[in-house]
Nanobody
Framework: QVQLVESGGGLVQAGGSLRLSCAAS????????MAWFRQAPGKERDFLAA????????YYADSVKGRFAISRDTAKNTVYLHMNSLKPEDTAVYYC??????????????????WGQGTQVTVSS
């Protein structure tokens, strides 16, 4: 129903900034919320931030509050993740996801049924 394509990842030095983008296509009217997760090699996929599509309410993991910001452009069916003060431990594959309903909680991967292919973010020291 929904296809997601992430972009904007790359190599950045510690302390730098990146903006990730996720463009949605298909049945975008079914989107309740969009979110960003990340997964480092050998580790779990962790919630970073979510935004409701209709109201723009934002939710953040404690680990990124004050450094990352999620936003959306409903006209472009696109969600962004603005990342500042990047640290080497931020290195991971970053995934965009869509939740069709509010069930499951914003922090849980189980709440999301559509995922992008991921974009690599590497932060060097």
């Amino acid at each position: 129903q929904v296809q997601l394509v992430e972009s904007g990842g790359g190599l950045v030095q510690a302390g730098g900034s990146l903006r990730l983008s996720c463009a949605a296509s298909g049945r975008t009217f079914s989107m309740y919320a969009m979110a960003w997760f990340r997964q480092a090699p050998g580790k779990e996929r962790d919630f970073l931030a979510a935004i409701t599509w209709s109201g723009g309410d934002r939710y953040y993991a404690d680990s990124v509050k004050g450094r990352f910001a999620i936003s959306r452009d409903t006209a472009k069916n696109t969600v962004y993740l603005h990342m500042n003060s990047l640290k080497p431990e931020d290195t991971a594959v970053y995934y965009c996801a869509v939740a069709p309903t509010g069930r499951g909680g914003y922090h849980s991967t189980a709440a999301y049924n559509y995922w992008g292919q991921g974009t690599q973010v590497t932060v060097s020291s």
